[in-house]
């Protein structure tokens, strides 16, 4: 390797260690990981066309488990003699995935879409893996046991699992179902934060409790959180809508562009809390109590909220 290669990277490890990503080489994957980011990092521009491109890094799990755990039918192919700079060639991080394991690199094709970030955490999560990606809009992102760290060309922002902070706002029987609930707060954090997507997300496992919100748009289509198909129509359509999303016990779509009304007691009761969104969202969660309200800011921070209160939030970037 290059002596200037060699130094690139060791910067690269300085980085991610001063963002807490210690690739120090104490485990078998890091060189390979360090390697594949700068990979990712500094890409090689054809007719004016930056490549996007994917690779998973090392997956501990049986792979008889991954279509399961994923929801998508996987076709593997081994690399075999073809050298790494040609097989990369073959891998856009999307549908199609170089998976680096020694000297027994494999390709993975997907049959469908999967390149989002939320699909990244499911993605190593469900092999085990670390998952290095060169998104089509440039943004690069290292998720695995960790969270998810994104290079946005300027600097790199770590978003922490959301486990590490879930326990705190989690269902019980009263809010509703936790797997639901956790998706929803997952699909909050790495499908729209991450975007800078704006939305409100009521998940409501009693329709019959007392609200006030003025559905002001037709029913929208049946589209169910926990279904991994109906997250990018969903996702699409929330870019283009003011107001709330409103969600049902089984994670079922019920309503879209909702006007969450406060009442004269909340608005009496509850302060005003940053902006419009989040006021009203806290002011409706105290009418509200069984529900609870996922708020993402533009800039990528996520609130959760639930009888007038701050349960939790992800850092800010």
Known sequence: MP????????RLVQELAEQGLDLDGSESWHECAVIEIDYALRPTVHERRVPSYGAIIEPTTAPDHWEHETQLTIARRK?????????????????????RNGDDDEWAVFDRPAGSERDLVVIADALGAVVVQRHPAGLVRVAGNFGVYRWNGIDWHHQPRVSTWIDSVSACRLHGVREVFETLLEFAVHDLGARGIGATLVYRPDELSPASFDDRHPTPPPLRITHPPDLAPLRHALAQIDGAALFDEEGLLRAMGVRLVPSADAEANIDGFRGTRHTSSRRYSYDDPAATVIVVSEDGPVTVLRAGKVMGASPIS
């Not at 690399?79 to 998976?99: F, K, N, P, Q």
């Open 3 to 10: 002596v200037s290669q060699t130094r690139r990277l060791e």
């Open 79 to 99: 690399v075999g003699l073809t050298a790494l700079d040609e097989s990369r060639r073959y891998a856009d991080g999307i549908v199609s995935w170089l998976i």
